[in-house]
């Protein structure tokens, strides 16, 4: 048991919380690409779509997209509270690719309430593709964020950022795809299934030439990359993605969506092995350096460990409640 006196000089029950809280820290970052990448491939394959498809690819992601978006939020909450020197440091360094991601995110929010506005085809076809660029220019951008803060990068545009960027796209494609297959029918389910089984070979693909080019032109990453759990997570990904590719072929949805969740996941797993125990490499901050005192590091992990499965039960909740397909909403008579 730990009483109160020592919480203020003894980590909780004993637990490695710095590790925990840069593992909770990947799991939120997980979350929100997981759940919010569904979104972003629905708006990249929106440009693919006519008028009443495209009200369809809508009324899909509509009870979700802005609940989604939280987790973005409670992922740069649990940095600057968990590790505030971290943040500061990385947000200050790249605060004009922070501002970008916002404008982008702030587009794909903006672009389909616009869209929904008038009966005008011009205008339609403005916001449709401001939709699309939003959408686009997201995940892409976020991509970027993330392989440079591993790289500890102070440059906006590197070479394995860029790729990332684009590798990250695909992967919101699978996932938007994956979910278009337990939401819609028909022809564009149909569709969306050989848009996700071209985007996850291009995810292999680019994976495969992002980890082999940053191995290549970041030496400071190459003992990460000897880690055998990163040679397993490498493999896993194969895996996952012949397992997407078959499920989709075979119409079994559920497990499409399963699969497009868990190559999210490895993904983000394999950032955090590269990363680790650094959290911000630029800097040579380890993540028991950037960790916050004992005593807010306790409190906060007795407040996570309440709040957290509410967090998760409401978005259960939610799910459940807006589950079913949506060929007919919005459709026209």
């Known amino acids: 048991m730990t009483d109160l006196g020592s919480l203020a000089t003894e980590p909780l029950f004993g637990l490695a919380l710095p590790e925990l809280w840069f593992a909770l820290l990947f799991f939120i970052f997980g979350m929100f690409l997981f759940l919010d990448g569904f979104d972003f491939g629905v708006g990249v394959l929106f440009a693919t779509r006519d008028d009443h498809e495209k009200e369809q690819l809508l009324a899909a992601v509509g009870p979700f997209w802005d609940g989604n978006e939280v987790w973005l939020v409670v992922f740069g909450g649990t940095l600057f509270a968990a590790f505030p020197a971290a943040y500061a440091n990385l947000f200050s360094r790249h605060y004009l690719l922070m501002f970008a991601i916002l404008a982008a995110l702030g587009l794909r929010g903006l672009a389909p309430e616009m869209y929904e506005e008038r009966d005008d085809d011009q205008w339609r076809r403005f916001w449709g593709s401001a939709f699309v660029a939003g959408s686009t220019a997201t995940p892409f951008l976020l991509g970027l964020f993330v392989m440079n803060w591993i790289l500890g990068s102070a440059t906006i545009l590197t070479l394995p950022g860029i790729l990332a960027g684009l590798t990250v796209v695909t992967l919101t494609v699978v996932d938007g795809a994956a979910f278009l297959g337990l939401k819609t029918r028909g022809s564009l389910r149909d569709d969306a299934s050989e848009y996700g089984i071209r985007a996850v070979v291009s995810y292999l693909v680019l994976a495969v030439i992002t980890l ?91 407040m996570t460990s309440v709040l957290l499965p509410l967090v998760l039960g409401y978005f259960a909740v939610l799910y459940f409640a807006f589950r079913g397909p949506v060929e007919r909403v919005g459709m026209a008579d």
């Open 212 to 302: 082999c080019v940053t191995y290549a032109t970041a030496p400071s990453l190459r003992s990460s990359f000897q880690s055998p759990v990163v040679v397993v997570l490498v493999l896993v990904t194969g895996l996952l993605t012949a397992g997407y590719a078959a499920a989709t072929r075979q119409q079994r949805y559920y497990l499409a969506f399963a699969t497009a969740a868990s190559l999210v996941f490895t993904l983000v797993a394999l950032l955090a092995v590269l990363m680790f125990p650094f959290i911000d490499r630029a800097t040579g901050l380890t993540v028991r350096d950037a960790i916050i005192s004992t005593l807010p590091l306790n409190l906060m992990t007795i």
